[in-house]
């Protein structure tokens, strides 16, 4: 009988939001929000408490012709934001780097790094892992499970290493990159 590892379920999500009740006015209001660790202060958003929000269709165009209107149900995760009301503020002195689609292979790992002017947004698209991070140098290195959806944020000049736990599974993530002023 084959067992399944407890990193690899899926996290259960709450049921998206439909559009018109989320885009009411303060309706959002830090709805991205979620607590720094207090030990390592990494934001780390699991999928669950992530906004999930329902547009029906998404991007309407009423105005365009029929065959160029919106149709059918479209899910939107709200993961981080600087949107009015919903500001975090990871973003001011920011300017874009890159964006990777990473897969790693099963078992695989990335090395403990740290980019001095750098930071990265990951997002877990598929696959199951853990996020290895330590704050400083020196410092205690806390292990958190990765799954599909969940959100991380690590600051310039913090230590980090990604590795998929799976034996068979790829585990699949967007990095985003992020430079300091």
């Known amino acids: 009988m084959h067992e399944e590892n407890e990193t690899e379920k899926t996290a259960w999500e709450p049921a998206a939001l439909p559009a018109e009740d989320f885009h009411q006015a303060n309706a959002h ?3 991205n929000r979620a607590p720094y660790d207090t030990v390592s202060g990494v934001l780390f958003k ?11 269709p998404a991007n309407p165009a009423p105005e365009m012709p029929l065959p160029w209107q ?14 009015g009301g ?5 973003l001011a002195g920011a300017t874009f780097v890159l964006l990777h689609d990473t897969a790693l292979a099963p078992q695989a790992a990335t090395g403990m790094q740290s980019h001095a002017e750098m930071d990265e947004v990951l997002y877990i698209i598929a696959g199951a892992g ?8 020196g410092s205690p290195v806390l292990a958190r499970v ?4 969940d959100a991380v944020f690590i600051r310039a000049g ?3 290493r990604i590795e998929n736990t799976s034996a068979t599974a790829e585990l699949r993530l967007l990095v985003l990159g992020l430079r300091r002023a």
């Open 29 to 31: 209001a830090n709805i």
């Open 46 to 56: 699991r999928a669950a408490h992530i906004k999930r929000v329902r547009y029906t």
């Open 70 to 83: 919106g149709n059918g149900e479209t899910t939107v995760r709200w993961l981080f934001s600087e949107e």
């Open 86 to 90: 919903t500001a975090e503020g990871l």
């Open 130 to 137: 853990q996020l290895h991070h330590r704050p400083t140098e």
């Open 146 to 149: 990765l799954r599909p959806g």
């Open 158 to 160: 913090e230590y980090h």
